[in-house]
């Protein structure tokens, strides 16, 4: 296997997908392998098709393979960088084949991936860490009572991503086609009382030492729910640094770090919260978060002077080294404004 000093290192990067995020995981994938090139990374695209084959290059090509033939190609690469967001990817489910066939990968592990995934499970961790949740009920196909819902609520399917089937509901008339929205998404729902904030991300970075790195923190500024219309359809302002005085920018950074950690994170992962007048409240964990340029992860760290060719190349650095005990002490640093 090659080393990042040497002159090549031979990186797989993934994208696509059998989920919702199919689209916004080929961005990902595209724009990170075009950033990658020219440099001493020798990129192999590769594409999960929404029907679950593996292709060569940055769509689905006329020659699909097995996936006894993803591993194979796998196998043959130093790295893997898997920008998979959603199920059969961001939960864990690539890292468990990368794992399998024995290769490094950037980002989180099988437990941490699945446990992120689940928004359920996630508020359960926070909780339990102390930190603020906003009220909820988890609703399945055998249990959808919602006689004792008090509205507004948001609905939303408990394992999918960029905002698909996320639903702000505020008259109970509009309660049954929220969720069928979500429960279209998945087996299992979450209904959430409305928690009134400021979003605030922030992300958080883990080095191989067993040190943190927290980037700027970015604020998403729009009107009403931040969901799959206002992502990607140019209506909401992100703004980096957020504006917040040291205490909370103190506290919010403190919580993600803990957060991360609870969940067992690897990687950079993308914690997001409401900043509401009695505190930070947990909205999700993103362990594959979008990662284009104009993705939040990356703004967040350019703000702080690391560009997208150099996160990139911290991360696949990282990744090469993981496999080195991580040592205790865990210090938090803080880039620079």
Same mark, same amino acid.
């Given at each position: 296997?090659? &080393?990042?000093?040497?002159?090549?290192?031979?990186? *797989?990067?993934?994208?696509?997908?059998?989920?919702?995020?199919?689209?916004? &995981?080929?961005? &990902?994938?595209?724009?990170?392998?075009?950033?990658? %090139?020219?440099?001493?990374?020798?990129?192999?695209?590769?594409?999960?098709?929404?029907?679950?084959?593996?292709?060569?290059?940055?769509?689905?090509?006329?020659?699909?393979?097995?996936?006894?033939?993803?591993?194979?190609?796998? #196998?043959?690469?130093?790295?893997?960088?898997?920008?998979?967001?959603?199920?059969?990817?961001? +939960?864990?489910?690539?890292?468990?084949?990368?794992?399998?066939?024995?290769?490094?990968?950037?980002? &989180?592990?099988?437990?941490? @991936?699945?446990?992120?995934?689940?928004?359920?499970?996630?508020?359960?961790?926070?909780?339990?860490?102390?930190?603020?949740?906003?009220?909820?009920?988890?609703?399945?196909?055998? +249990?959808?009572?919602?006689?004792?819902?008090?509205?507004?609520?948001?609905?939303?399917?408990?394992?999918?991503?960029? #905002?698909?089937?996320?639903?702000?509901?505020?008259?109970?008339?509009?309660? +049954?086609?929220?969720?069928?929205?979500?429960?279209?998404?998945?087996?299992?729902?979450?209904?959430?009382?409305?928690?009134?904030?400021?979003?605030?991300?922030?992300?958080?970075?883990? %080095?191989?030492?067993?040190?943190?790195?927290?980037?700027?923190?970015?604020?998403?500024?729009?009107?009403?729910?931040?969901?799959?219309?206002?992502? !990607? @359809?140019?209506?909401?302002?992100?703004?980096?640094?957020?504006?917040?005085?040291?205490?909370?920018?103190?506290?919010?950074?403190?919580? *993600?770090?803990?957060v991360y950690d609870a969940l067992g994170c690897r990687g950079v992962a993308r914690v997001d919260f409401f900043l509401t007048v009695t505190g930070p409240v947990l909205n999700e964990v993103n362990t594959i978060p979008g990662f284009t340029p104009a993705s939040q992860v990356p703004r967040m760290f350019a703000a702080a002077?690391?560009? !997208?060719?150099?996160?990139?190349?911290?991360?696949?650095? +990282?990744?090469?080294?993981?496999?080195?005990?991580?040592?205790?002490?865990?210090?938090?640093?803080?880039?620079?404004?």
């Amino acid at each position: 296997m090659t &080393s990042p000093t040497t002159t090549t290192t031979r990186v *797989a990067v993934v994208g696509g997908g059998t989920s919702s995020e199919h689209d916004v &995981s080929l961005a &990902s994938a595209a724009a990170a392998a075009d950033a990658l %090139r020219g440099g001493p990374w020798d990129v192999v695209p590769l594409t999960i098709g929404r029907d679950g084959s593996w292709h060569h290059g940055a769509g689905e090509g006329e020659h699909p393979f097995d996936l006894s033939g993803a591993v194979r190609v796998l #196998s043959g690469c130093d790295v893997v960088l898997p920008l998979v967001h959603g199920r059969g990817g961001e +939960d864990g489910t690539l890292a468990a084949l990368c794992e399998l066939a024995g290769v490094p990968h950037v980002g &989180s592990g099988v437990g941490a @991936g699945a446990i992120a995934m689940d928004k359920w499970v996630t508020k359960l961790v926070a909780a339990d860490l102390g930190l603020g949740v906003a009220p909820g009920r988890l609703l399945t196909a055998a +249990d959808q009572a919602t006689d004792h819902l008090t509205l507004p609520v948001v609905v939303k399917p408990v394992s999918a991503g960029s #905002s698909h089937g996320v639903t702000l509901v505020h008259r109970r008339e509009d309660l +049954d086609g929220a969720l069928r929205a979500a429960f279209a998404l998945g087996t299992r729902v979450l209904v959430e009382d409305l928690v009134v904030g400021r979003e605030i991300d922030v992300a958080v970075l883990g %080095r191989p030492d067993g040190s943190r790195v927290v980037a700027p923190a970015l604020e998403i500024v729009c009107d009403g729910v931040f969901d799959a219309d206002a992502k !990607y @359809g140019g209506e909401a302002d992100f703004r980096v640094p957020a504006s917040l005085d040291p205490a909370q920018r103190a506290e919010l950074e403190n919580a *993600a770090v803990r957060v991360y950690d609870a969940l067992g994170c690897r990687g950079v992962a993308r914690v997001d919260f409401f900043l509401t007048v009695t505190g930070p409240v947990l909205n999700e964990v993103n362990t594959i978060p979008g990662f284009t340029p104009a993705s939040q992860v990356p703004r967040m760290f350019a703000a702080a002077g690391t560009s !997208y060719p150099e996160l990139l190349a911290m991360l696949l650095e +990282d990744a090469l080294l993981e496999d080195q005990p991580l040592r205790a002490g865990r210090p938090v640093a803080v880039l620079q404004r």
